[in-house]
């Protein structure tokens, strides 16, 4: 197996009058291939600990490793380019750009990255493919529901295949229908073998979709649950709805 | 009780004998709720002894009977379809009551056990989604609310242990024998 992510001893200090750890001594490590939820309430670390591995935030102890490069030590430009190569991003509010069409945008950091137009194309069609947006390709995201937005932005954090996707509470903007219908596509996707870590609070979305739930309480890690891949068994083996009267 | 309802409601669709109960019963849930075919036909004899059902026929074996709806029935199910349920809350699970005693007899210290419990209730999230969505697939959208509902409660379940867990963080003298 191969570690995609590790932190040590990770430390996050904010300065407001007295400094105050938003991640507060945080050690974890996160293989290649794994589907990794964030849990706690707000307030919890979550975001930060989001964005020290993405390497938008720097500790301010310890040490974050991603694809064994020390996010830490890099300097503004390599950062940048760090996070086009090897992260993909998803919001909760999409953050698409409204003036260019679904295409466009999903094309975005391809041309950042300068990978060739002809291979950037092949790959956004690929992609909307997948995640049924061949259609909706010429619209502006004026146009879409939130779903349908929420899946351009999967595909424009895909583009330039990403070693680990990382979703900051990808369905808090949408309705239950389209949330439920992002979460089978990232499940899809894991099973595919992209890596994922996922931040929410919503727990019947990390529970269904992620092979193991990180729960943070003030900055630390308070749980590290594995759970095991749902099994095909009958209903009553989970649900009974008179369990005094099912089966011995 | 509802499989006595159930049963009714299931025989005002049409007349059916006590197998075919059983099975159109465990069906209409999905097969959350397992039900012996003694318990069909002690139902089924209580029902028709109260007038709600009849055989409709009276010779052969009693097993192989199919039962209709009376009038009486009828009118019996339709009252217990419009009345909503009142009864009280019911928290039977064991959890809490061992929460209480662990939280005296432990001096507070269940840290451990809700931990432990909480992974019990992701475990069961992850398994009920998978469920849902397997109703769903099979085209039983009645059944997958059923399992919506088993989601939410466990939704709110874990919340109770996180809140449990977090007073015991905020004041740790608290929940131990008082």
């Not at chain 1, 092949?122 to 049924?132: E, H, K, V």
């Not at chain 2, 009038?71 to 019911?90: C, F, K, N, S, V």
């Not at chain 2, 379940?157 to 608290?174: H, V, Y």
Request: proline residues 4%; hydrophobic residues 40%.
């Amino acid at each position: 197996m191969t570690v995609m992510v590790e932190l040590t001893d990770v430390r996050k200090l904010y300065n407001g009058g007295s400094p105050q750890a938003a991640v507060d001594g945080v050690s974890l490590t996160m293989q290649q291939g794994e589907f990794i939820a964030v849990m706690g309430p707000s307030g919890s670390g979550k975001s930060t600990l989001l964005n020290l591995i993405a390497g938008l935030d720097r500790p301010s102890e310890g040490r974050v490793l991603v694809d064994a490069v020390d996010v830490g030590s890099l300097s503004e430009t390599e950062l940048a380019r760090f996070r086009r190569a090897r992260i993909g991003f998803i919001f909760q509010f999409f953050n698409l750009l409204n003036n260019l069409t679904v295409l466009e945008n999903i094309l975005i950091p391809a041309q950042l990255a300068a990978v060739s137009p002809t291979v950037a194309l092949d790959r956004a069609t690929a992609l909307m493919n997948g995640l049924g947006l061949a259609e909706k390709q010429r619209l502006l995201p004026g146009r879409l529901s939130g779903g349908e937005r929420q899946r351009v932005a999967i595909a424009r954090a895909l583009i330039n295949q990403p070693l680990l996707l990382l979703a900051d509470e990808p369905t808090g903007a949408l309705d239950s229908h389209a949330g439920e219908q992002v979460m089978e596509r990232l499940t899809e996707l894991n099973r595919r073998g992209q890596t994922i870590l996922l931040v929410t609070h919503d727990a019947k979305l990390a529970a269904a979709c992620a092979g193991r739930v990180i729960t943070l309480s003030d900055g630390r890690v308070a749980d590290d649950s594995r759970l095991k891949a749902s099994p095909e068994v009958a209903p009553s083996d989970i649900l009974r709805l008179r369990p005094g009267e099912a089966a011995p | 009780m509802s499989l006595r309802f159930g049963i009714l409601g299931l025989l005002a669709e049409e007349p059916l004998h006590g197998y075919e109960v059983k099975t159109r019963f465990e069906s209409l849930l999905g097969g959350t709720w397992e039900v012996n075919i003694g318990q069909i036909y002690s139902t089924l004899q209580r029902l028709e002894r109260d007038g709600l059902v009849a055989p409709a026929d009276d010779r052969g074996d009693r097993g192989k009977l199919p039962y209709h709806l009376t009038a009486t029935g009828r009118r019996t199910l339709d009252g217990w379809l419009r009345q909503p349920e009142e009864e009280p809350q019911q928290l039977r699970e064991e959890i809490y009551v061992k929460l209480l005693l662990a939280g005296r007899l432990a001096n507070g210290n269940v840290e451990r056990l809700l931990a432990d419990q909480r992974r019990v209730y992701l475990q069961r999230l992850k398994d009920l989604a998978g469920l849902e969505r397997r109703s769903r697939d099979e085209g039983r959208d009645d059944l997958a609310l059923l399992v919506r509902g088993a989601v939410l409660h466990t939704e709110a379940d874990l919340k109770w242990t996180d809140a449990w867990a977090e007073e015991i963080r905020r004041a740790p003298k608290r929940g131990g024998r008082q």
